[in-house]
C-alpha cells in the first residue's frame, strides 16, 4: 500500500490566511519527509474553509523545495475555467515540477462557486467530459488550432504567425499528457464507470459511507470492460479520514 495526503485543506474560516498557507505547505513537506508519495489540494475560490483558489499556483511553490513526491490536484473544477486556460497552466506546472504531476479533474461540488461561475444549472458533468477532450486535443495538435465543442469553442488561425511562434500552445512535460485522476462519491457513482472506461485514475473520496467504495471499484471494472481496457487497482485511491488528527488532512491510498 502507497500513502498519499489529501487536503481540501479545511481551516478555521477565522484563520490568519498567511498562517493557514504557510501550514498547509508545510505539512506537504513533512508528508515527502514521512515517505509519502502524493500530496492533493483541492480548488475553492469561495471558502474561507477551504482557502485554496488555484492548486497549481500554491503547488508551485513547493516545487523547488521537494525531489519526489508527486503533486495531485483534487480538483481542477472544470466547468468553472476556460479549457486553453487549464491546458496552458497544466503544461506549464508539468514542466516545472519534471513530469511530478496527476492533474485530478471533476464538475465542481461547492455551491458558491456554482453561483460564482453561473454554471448551477449546467450540466457540469457533460461541460467536465468536453473540456477535458478539448484540452488533449489541444496537446496533441499545433496551430492553426480550430477545436469546437457545445460549451466552448478554441480558435487560433488568423492571428498564427509561426515564424514568430504566436499562436502556438505549449504542451506537457509528460507524454502524451500527465496522468488523469477523478473523484467519485455516489454509490454506484457514474463517473467511477467513466474513469474505467477512459483509462483514468479513481479517487473515492471520505465524504460518503465507507461501503460505497466497493461499488466504486465495480462500476470502475465495469467501463473498462466496456471499452476492452484491463482495471489496474493501482490507479484506485481511497481516501480515509484520520480521526487522531487535529489537522484537517487526510491520507489517500491506493488500494493494493
Known amino acids: 500500500m502507497k500513502l498519499g495526503l489529501f487536503m481540501m485543506p479545511l481551516h478555521d474560516p477565522k484563520g490568519d490566511y498567511t498562517k493557514v498557507l504557510q501550514q498547509d505547505r508545510e505539512a506537504i513537506l513533512l508528508a ?4 509519502y508519495e502524493e500530496a492533493w489540494v483541492g480548488e475553492h475560490y469561495s471558502a474561507a474553509t477551504e ?23 483534487s480538483v481542477l473544477n472544470l466547468p468553472q475555467h476556460h479549457p486553453a486556460q487549464v491546458a496552458g497552466n497544466c503544461a ?3 514542466h ?23 454554471v448551477t ?36 488561425d488568423s492571428s498564427y504567425q509561426p515564424r ?8 506537457p512535460y509528460q507524454k502524451p499528457y500527465p496522468p488523469i485522476a477523478v473523484s467519485a462519491m455516489s454509490p454506484s457513482s457514474p463517473t467511477a464507470r467513466l474513469a474505467g472506461e477512459r483509462g483514468w485514475g ?4 471520505n465524504f460518503m459511507p465507507v461501503g460505497h467504495a466497493k461499488s466504486h471499484w465495480h462500476q470502475y471494472c465495469t ?24 489537522r484537517s488532512t487526510k491520507p489517500a491510498a491506493p488500494l493494493p
Open 32 to 35: 515527502e519527509k514521512l515517505g
Open 51 to 73: 482557502p485554496i483558489p488555484d492548486p497549481l499556483q500554491f503547488m508551485a511553490t513547493l516545487i523547488p523545495v521537494t525531489t519526489s513526491i508527486k503533486f495531485g490536484t
Open 92 to 94: 506549464m506546472f508539468d
Open 96 to 118: 516545472l515540477c519534471a513530469g511530478r504531476f496527476i492533474m485530478g479533474i471533476g464538475p465542481g461540488g461547492l455551491g458558491s462557486d456554482f453561483e460564482l461561475f453561473k
Open 121 to 156: 444549472d449546467k450540466d457540469r458533468s457533460e461541460m467536465m467530459v468536453e473540456s477535458i477532450e478539448i484540452i488533449h486535443k489541444i496537446w496533441a495538435s499545433d496551430p492553426p488550432y480550430h477545436i469546437s465543442g457545445k460549451y466552448w469553442d478554441i480558435t487560433i
Open 164 to 171: 514568430l511562434g504566436v499562436g502556438s500552445m505549449r504542451k
Open 202 to 205: 479513481l479517487i473515492s473520496a
Open 223 to 246: 467501463g473498462a470492460a466496456a471499452a476492452r481496457r484491463q482495471p489496474n487497482r493501482a490507479e484506485w485511491r481511497l481516501i480515509v479520514a484520520n480521526p487522531s488528527s487535529k
